[in-house]
C-alpha cells in the first residue's frame, strides 16, 4: 500500500525520478520504531500518552509531507518519521489490550491485528474513492494528516 500510495503521489505532484530511496527511508524509519517501542513504553509506563504522541507525529509527517518534498535530504525525514511511527503503532496499542484483559490475551491481540489491517484496507479504498472524486494526489498528506489529527484530539 505505501508503495503504490508512494508511487503515484510522487509521479503526479513532484519532480522525484526515483521512489525507492524514499521507501527505504520509511522502512529504516519502520525498524527504528519496531526496536525502540518497547524500551520506551517500559520506561514511560504510560501507553496511552505513546498512542497519542506516535498520532500527533504521525500528524506532522503527513502534513509536511508536501512542504518539504522538493529538498533533498529533508524530504527523507517525514518518510522516516511515517514509518517509525506506524510500526511503533501496533505495540502500544497491545500493552494497554493486554493490561485490560489479561485472561483473554491471545484473542485480543488477534483482533487488533486484524482491525489494523481492516484499518488500513479501508484507508486505501477511501483514499482512492477521495482521488476518483476529484481531490488531488498532493492533497492526500494533508488529509491523511487531517485524519489522524482528527484522533488525536
Known amino acids: ?22 521507501l527505504w527511508a520509511w522502512g529504516i524509519g519502520g525498524v527504528i520504531g519496531n526496536l525502540s517501542i518497547g524500551t520506551l513504553i517500559d520506561r514511560i509506563g504510560r501507553p496511552s500518552w505513546i498512542i497519542g504522541g506516535i498520532l500527533a507525529l504521525l500528524a506532522l509527517a503527513m502534513f509536511s509531507l508536501p512542504l518539504v518534498l522538493g529538498i533533498t535530504f529533508l524530504a527523507f525525514l517525514p518518510f522516516m518519521v511515517w514509518g517509525a511511527m506506524g510500526w511503533a503503532s501496533l505495540a502500544p496499542q497491545q500493552h494497554v489490550l493486554l493490561q485490560l484483559q489479561p485472561e483473554h490475551g491471545p484473542a485480543v491481540v488477534v483482533l487488533n491485528s486484524s482491525a489494523n489491517y481492516l484499518g488500513g484496507s479501508m484507508g486505501s479504498a477511501l483514499g482512492g474513492i477521495v482521488m476518483v472524486g476529484g481531490l488531488t494526489p498532493s ?13 488525536v484530539l
Open 139 to 151: 492533497y492526500l498528506p494533508i488529509a491523511s494528516g487531517c485524519i489522524v489529527s482528527r484522533r
Open 1 to 22: 500500500m505505501v508503495q503504490a500510495a508512494s508511487l503515484f503521489f510522487f509521479k503526479t505532484t513532484a519532480s522525484v525520478p526515483k521512489v525507492t530511496p524514499y
